[in-house]
Structures are given as structure tokens and as C-alpha cells.
């Protein structure tokens, strides 16, 4: 009265007939909302609780998925607008392992229809951080179960200071919920012989997700990387962590790494006609398609490289690698750039026609840089060759120009792996990370373009997402019809 506030019945409710008086009281199977759960009239949490909270996750994802999200932002925002819906219910409903599975399942379903994630596709590289070759969303089991992880210890750390706290922990426990099963649960999963952080569960589950992709014959060979010695992992999924991809073109270039792209087929290569149809044997080891595709690939990077050097040193002012065009000798008052050009020497030498040549005339500094494009197998003796290629020629121009002279190995393979050195190979060249995420793209999008026979034959498309569309329409035709294999 002082404060001049009044309860009002009809908006208020009640299960207790002692305060039938002053709200409604609810009977049957109606239901209220309290803090933001709905119980029943009996004080117990409603089933459609759960239902309420999937379909608005799923709704959010659909939205965010209908955006011009890059692919790295997109699940950025499914992480932080959709799926943090979740987060308050966790250990509030009475949820149990499988539905949380459940509602992955439904997530991946939307990725599906949109065509950001492809079905035969790996799916528990999805749940990878981006650091790891992954693609960054989710996992909404793991999410509950850290979660629950450290609810259990707040209880059970606090049930002596707390009779709240202690008195919910009671009741979990005599109802064999989830959330009082944890840490067994956890220790049965995961194999766990002693007590574990939240830290140890990280890794565990990690872990768990590498050992099902390295079950899979397909799918773990991009994988083996993470057991070679001189593979950098970090800097091999820069693509991924920097690059500005559409969500289409990343689950692609993804697809096309997990090598399922051709659903189980087992045929002879339409080029060769000896090898059988892989994408490894497409990407790097069909010698019919040397002079053209690789050729063409390769080009590409030589291309990004040089508008680089370009720009660094003056020459031209332009961002637009569209409308770059190469010539084979650029030069001002700062350097000289020659593209591909036989190096004229005193003593004859095999070797003598490097990718780029740069001449810093005011550091009185040349460096020769040579591209390669390679597979895993190959990977370090490549870039071993590449860096010595030159080794002659090197010392026949210290000595004409009076001059120091480097010659600096630019490889990968074609899903974008690179070794330990690579860094600071591109720290040399002045390649910056955007830069070379940008260049691990366009290797893969040229690696998917070669693959497809009918633009090997010449039906170019003036849509630069044409194969990755066309690859996405196949992908669903064939699972209209029967069951693909997936490996």
C-alpha cells in the first residue's frame, strides 16, 4: 500500500489452494513459467520446455543461414546467437545424452539443406576448432557435458556451506539425473582412470572426434598431417581461420579435402585411363593434366605472389587480382621483376628460369622464389628441391650483380598443408597471413575446378562459384537416388 502496488490475480498463479484467493490456480495439465522454465501444476519441468528452446536454436540457425555471413563469421554466430539458447537449461532440464546428439543431429539437417555443410562430408571435423583443420561450430553434447562437468563440482564443493546447494545435490543424486551421473558417465566414455579437469575432458573429447575421422578410409587421410613431424597444422588451416570464403565454397573445399567427392565411384581416370579416379590421384598425379590444369593452378599463385611484389615495391598500386595481368619484366627505381625468364649467365646452367625474380636495387638483394604445388607424400622433398634448384645459378648472379642472393621455396600441397618452414618463408617474401589465406583458397578452388572433367574440356563459367554450386546440386541429386557409400 505505501509503495502503492497491487498483485494482480489474473496475471499471477498458484498450485496450492491456500492461495487460490489471490491467483489463479492451476489445474490438469496447464502450465506456467517460472524464471524462465515452464513447469507443470505439480512444480515439475514441462516437456515442451525443451521443444520451446529446439526450435528456437533451429530458427536462429535458419536465419543466420539465409545471411551473407563469411563462412568463419557464420558459425561464429551460430555459436554465439543460436546455440548460447541453450546454455541456462543445461542442468535445469532434465536432459538426457541423447538429446542433446538429438539436437546436433537437427543442426546439422539445416547446414545440410543449405548446403554449408555437405552430407558425405566429415561431420566431426565440424565440431574442430579452426586451429585444427576444423570448421569451428558447436558440439552441443560436449558443450553440456563441460557444463555439467562443472556444475557437479560447484554442488559438490559448496554442499557444505550451502544447504541450497546441498539439498539440490540430494535430490539429483536419488533421481539418477545426468547431472549427478556426470563424472561416472564421463570416467566410462572417455576411459578415465582418476579424477580429470575440464581441461583433460577438452582434450578427451578432441581426441574422441580425431579417432572416429581416422576410422574412416577417406576421410583421415588429410589427418595424417596431425602424425607428420614437419607439417604445420596451425599455419595449414590459415584458409580457415583468415580467409573471407562463402559458407558454400568452405563445405566444398572441405568435402573436396575429405576426398568422399565422388560417393564410393570406383572407375578409371577420364584423362589417363591407367590410374583409378581419386581425387588424389586428379589433384596432383594424373601426367595428362600437367600441362593444363596444374599449369593453370600453379599460375594462380604466381600470379597473387607477384601482384604482391608489386605493390610492395611501388610498381603498381592495385588490390584487384582480377584485373592483374602478369608481363614477364616489371621494374621502376625500386626493383626489377622478371616472371618466368631465362636468366642469361657466363656458364651455361640447366637451371636458370625461376618462377619470380626480384632485384631490390637498394638493398642490392635478389631473390628467386619458386612456387610448387604438391601432395602430403611429397610435401618435404619438394620444398627441399625447390630451395636448392637454384643453388648455381645463385652464385653466378652474386657474382654478375654483386649482390646477395636468396632463393626462397613458396610449396604446399593442394589442400593447403604446408611445413614448419613455411612461415617464415612468407615472412621473407612479405606475404602476409590474410594474404596467404587467400592463396590456400584459390589453390583449392583451382584443385576442384580441375577435378571436374567438363571444365577441363573447355566450358568455363563466368560465375566463380559455378563448380562449388554444381558440386553442392550433384551431391543432393545423388541423395535422392540410392544410398551413397561413405567412407
Known amino acids: 500500500n505505501i509503495v502503492g502496488l497491487e498483485m494482480n490475480a489474473e496475471k499471477s498463479a498458484t498450485n496450492t489452494d491456500a492461495c487460490s484467493e489471490e491467483a489463479t490456480l492451476i489445474e490438469g495439465m496447464q502450465s506456467y513459467k517460472y524464471l524462465g522454465i515452464i513447469e507443470t501444476a505439480k512444480s515439475s519441468i514441462s516437456e515442451e520446455s525443451f521443444k520451446k528452446i529446439r526450435n528456437e536454436i533451429l530458427k536462429r540457425i535458419q536465419r543466420l543461414c539465409e545471411t551473407k555471413l563469411n563462412a568463419k563469421n557464420l558459425f561464429k554466430a551460430i555459436n554465439e546467437h543460436a546455440i548460447s539458447v541453450i546454455n541456462y537449461h543445461i542442468g535445469v532440464l532434465k536432459l538426457e545424452p541423447s538429446d542433446f546428439i538429438k539436437l546436433d543431429d537437427d543442426i546439422r539437417k539445416i547446414l545440410i539443406e543449405n548446403k554449408i555443410h555437405l552430407q558425405p562430408a566429415n561431420k566431426e571435423r565440424l565440431y574442430m576448432s579452426r586451429e585444427n583443420l576444423g570448421r569451428g561450430l558447436c558440439n552441443i553434447e560436449h558443450k553440456s557435458e563441460n557444463m555439467l562437468l562443472e556444475l557437479n563440482k560447484a554442488l559438490e564443493k559448496s554442499k557444505e556451506a550451502s544447504l541450497r546447494r546441498a539439498a539440490i545435490l540430494k535430490v539429483e543424486k536419488e533421481n539418477a539425473t545426468h547431472l549427478a551421473l556426470i563424472i561416472n558417465y564421463l570416467k566410462t566414455k572417455y576411459k578415465f582412470n582418476e579424477s580429470f579437469t575440464s581441461k583433460d575432458l577438452c582434450e578427451a573429447q578432441f581426441k574422441s572426434l580425431l579417432v572416429d575421422i581416422k ?216 606475404i602476409q597471413p590474410r594474404t596467404e589465406a587467400y592463396i590456400q583458397s584459390i589453390v583449392q578452388k583451382k584443385t576442384l575446378e580441375s577435378i571436374s572433367f567438363d571444365r577441363r574440356r573447355g566450358l568455363e563459367e563466368e560465375d566463380d562459384h559455378y563448380e562449388v554450386d554444381s558440386l553442392a546440386n550433384r551431391i543432393v541429386d545423388a541423395e535422392v537416388g540410392p544410398k551413397p557409400v561413405v567412407a
Not at 602424425?227 to 590459415?238: A, M, P, R, T, W
Not at 579435402?257 to 584423362?271: M, T
Not at 604466381?302 to 616489371?330: A, D, F, M, P
Not at 642469361?344 to 632485384?359: G, S
Open 215 to 430: 576410422s574412416k578410409q577417406c576421410h583421415e587421410r588429410l589427418f595424417r598431417a596431425c602424425d607428420h613431424e614437419l607439417v604445420d597444422i596451425k599455419d595449414s588451416g590459415i584458409w580457415l581461420k583468415k580467409g573471407n570464403i562463402r559458407p558454400r565454397d568452405e563445405a566444398a573445399y572441405c568435402f573436396l579435402q575429405d576426398r568422399n567427392i565422388f560417393l564410393g565411384e570406383k572407375v578409371q581416370c577420364p584423362h589417363c585411363r591407367i590410374a583409378n579416379k581419386t581425387v588424389d590421384h586428379l589433384a596432383t598425379k594424373c601426367d595428362r593434366m600437367l600441362g593444363h590444369d596444374y599449369v593453370r593452378r600453379h599460375n594462380e599463385v604466381v600470379r597473387c605472389i607477384h601482384l604482391l611484389l608489386c605493390n610492395k615495391y611501388g610498381i603498381r598500386r592495385s588490390k584487384k587480382l582480377r584485373t592483374h595481368s602478369v608481363q614477364e619484366v616489371v621494374a621502376n627505381e625500386n626493383a626489377e621483376i622478371r616472371v618466368d625468364t631465362h636468366i642469361k649467365t657466363d656458364v651455361i646452367i640447366q637451371n636458370n628460369r625461376p618462377d619470380l625474380f626480384v632485384y631490390d636495387k637498394k638493398k642490392k638483394e635478389i631473390t628467386l622464389i619458386e612456387v610448387g604445388i604438391t601432395n602430403l607424400d611429397l610435401l618435404t622433398q619438394v620444398e627441399n628441391e625447390k630451395a636448392r634448384k637454384y643453388d648455381l645459378i645463385a652464385k653466378e648472379l652474386a657474382l654478375i650483380y654483386k649482390c646477395k642472393v636468396k632463393t626462397i621455396p613458396y610449396v604446399m600441397t593442394w589442400e593447403g598443408l604446408v611445413t614448419r618452414y613455411h612461415k617464415k618463408h612468407c615472412s621473407e617474401i612479405g
